[in-house]
């Protein structure tokens, strides 16, 4: 089992819609949550982080986490085309160095 | 510049060949990382510099890569004697060390084919 799964999708929706995104993972020691956004041909960029679990809000993105269920969320409300990109989680625990990173998936909002 | 920038920006290469991959960081970043992603796959972690040393070497696929950061800025990632499985993009990141949680901001990447 990978530490990290993601569904790699692809997942269409059309404008305006809700969306979820969702990681599992299986280390427990991991504490600090992350979604990055990567557009075609470029780097990923960070969009949501989050220390331990609850919720966080900015603007049309709410990060979500639940450490008892080892289970991670990124909701975007109100989806627009410029949306589209793919979505990868990263996480990390206290003592480590690197993020580990799910595979992404690959989101599509059409006008 | 003010991002974290990576060279050269595609690179094809005949298998067998050597490749050197260039990175510099965010001016000031200490933190330095080197990912790989393939073609469906996540970010795959390779090593890790905390100025010029390498406390974290455990994501290097094999002895035919290696890296190195001079200066506490600039790395480079090389590849010996290159084989068609190490087709990617190759990318870089910074971060500021020391503070837990800090962002690790990406480069564009380097996209390496070998034929």
């Known amino acids: 089992q990978k530490e990290v799964e993601q569904d790699p999708g692809p997942l269409s929706v059309p404008e305006g819609a809700i969306v979820s995104l969702n990681c599992t993972y299986s280390n427990s020691a991991f504490q600090y949550f992350m979604w990055y956004r990567q557009y075609s041909r470029k780097g990923p960029e960070l969009l949501m982080y989050?220390?331990?679990?609850g919720n966080k809000e900015d603007g049309r993105f709410t990060a979500q986490v639940d450490k008892s269920s080892k289970y991670i969320s990124l909701f975007i409300r109100d989806s627009q085309p410029s949306d589209s990109a793919t979505y990868l989680c990263a996480m990390r625990s206290q003592a480590g160095t690197a993020l580990i990173f799910g595979k992404g998936t690959t989101l599509s909002v059409s006008s | 510049g003010a991002g974290v920038s990576q060279s050269p920006s595609n690179k094809v290469t005949e298998k067998g060949k050597d490749v050197e991959l260039r990175c510099d960081p965010i001016?000031?970043?200490?933190?330095l990382y080197w990912y790989r992603q393939s073609l469906g796959q996540g970010l795959e972690f390779l090593i890790y510099?905390?100025?010029?040393?390498?406390?974290?070497k455990s994501g290097l696929p094999s002895d035919r890569f290696s890296a190195e950061r001079t200066g506490g800025s600039v790395s480079t990632l090389t590849i010996q004697r290159t084989q068609q499985e190490d087709s990617a993009v190759y990318l870089c990141?910074?971060?500021?060390?020391?503070?837990?949680?800090?962002?690790?901001?990406f480069g564009e990447g380097s996209w390496l084919t070998v034929v």
């Open positions: 990141a910074s971060s500021l060390a020391g503070v837990i949680g800090n962002t690790i901001y």
């Open positions: 001016s000031g970043h200490t933190a």
């Open positions: 510099f905390q100025g010029n040393s390498a406390p974290d």
């Open positions: 989050t220390y331990s679990s």
